[in-house]
């Protein structure tokens, strides 16, 4: 079955280094992957999206690489500040299907 | 409106009891879907519209939730005869187009159901 793994365990880093999530895949072929923040009790927020066909994405400090052959994808915040503490959740598209599949996210602690 | 809204945002509710989840889609989105999210765990895909037609239902747990959305807008989600086991966060999500044609998603901040 179309399985999507996260580091389950937090990720400390100090403020102004770069921070790389990784996300992993199996028994799946997506067309999009998809990055969110999770805030506690809040949902989701939308973040980036990357296409099979692009093998990197950028935004501002956000950085997302996406390799079809490995099935992984990284999720990199560079000069990570105190306010990037959140969970980040990988996502994922199947081709021809209509939902999206969830990673169980990974915690990170930015630390000043 | 401005964003995706939920009410109620907690729910506190007998077992045995029905209770209804609402959500209110940003306007002109046309996709829909429904995920719940237990402590610590992923988002667990419940079901999807497009329009007011439901082409996803895969992932409702058992005959006891349902799901419906009219006018091509509000959503309600119900569950009959709730279990301690339907405790999680309900979250609501709106898109421009369906997952497939690679729109991120809106979420709403989500409702929290305790089933006592």
């Known amino acids: 079955s179309q399985k999507i793994e996260?580091?389950?365990e937090a990720l400390n880093i100090q403020e102004g280094k770069t921070a790389t999530l990784t996300c992993n895949y199996?028994?799946?072929?997506?067309?999009?992957?998809?990055w969110y923040r999770q805030d506690p009790g809040r949902g989701p927020v939308f973040l980036l999206l990357i296409r099979e066909?692009?093998?990197?994405k950028r935004k501002e400090r956000l950085k997302v690489t996406f390799d079809t052959t490995l099935k992984q994808s990284l999720f990199h915040i560079t000069a990570s500040q105190p306010a990037d503490s959140a969970t980040y959740l990988c996502a994922l598209d199947a081709t021809g299907g209509f939902k999206t599949i969830f990673g169980a996210g990974t915690r990170l602690f930015v630390k000043a | 409106g401005a964003?995706?809204?939920?009410s109620p945002s907690n729910k506190v509710t007998e077992k045995g009891k029905d209770v209804e989840l609402r959500c209110d889609p940003i306007s002109g989105h046309t996709a829909l879907y429904w995920y719940r999210q237990s402590l610590g765990q992923g988002l667990e895909f419940l079901?999807?519209?497009q329009g007011n037609s439901a082409p996803d239902k895969s992932g409702l747990p058992s005959d006891r939730f349902s799901a419906e959305r009219t006018g091509g807008s509000v959503s309600?989600?119900?569950?009959?005869?709730t279990q301690q086991e339907d405790s999680a966060v309900?979250?609501?999500?709106?898109s421009f187009g369906s997952s497939t044609g690679g729109y991120g998603y809106t979420f709403g901040s989500g409702t929290r159901l305790t089933v006592v």
């Not at chain 1, 199996?26 to 998809?34: E, V």
């Not at chain 1, 066909?53 to 990197?56: F, P, R, S």
């Not at chain 2, 309600?76 to 005869?81: A, D, N, V």
Request: glycine residues 2%; proline residues 3%.
């Open chain 2, 76 to 81: 309600t989600l119900t569950i009959q005869r």
């Open chain 1, 53 to 56: 066909n692009e093998k990197e």
């Open chain 1, 6 to 8: 996260q580091n389950s």
């Open chain 2, 90 to 94: 309900y979250l609501c999500a709106s």
């Open chain 1, 26 to 34: 199996t028994n799946y072929s997506p067309a999009y992957l998809q």
């Open chain 2, 47 to 49: 079901i999807y519209f």
């Open chain 2, 3 to 6: 964003g995706v809204s939920q």
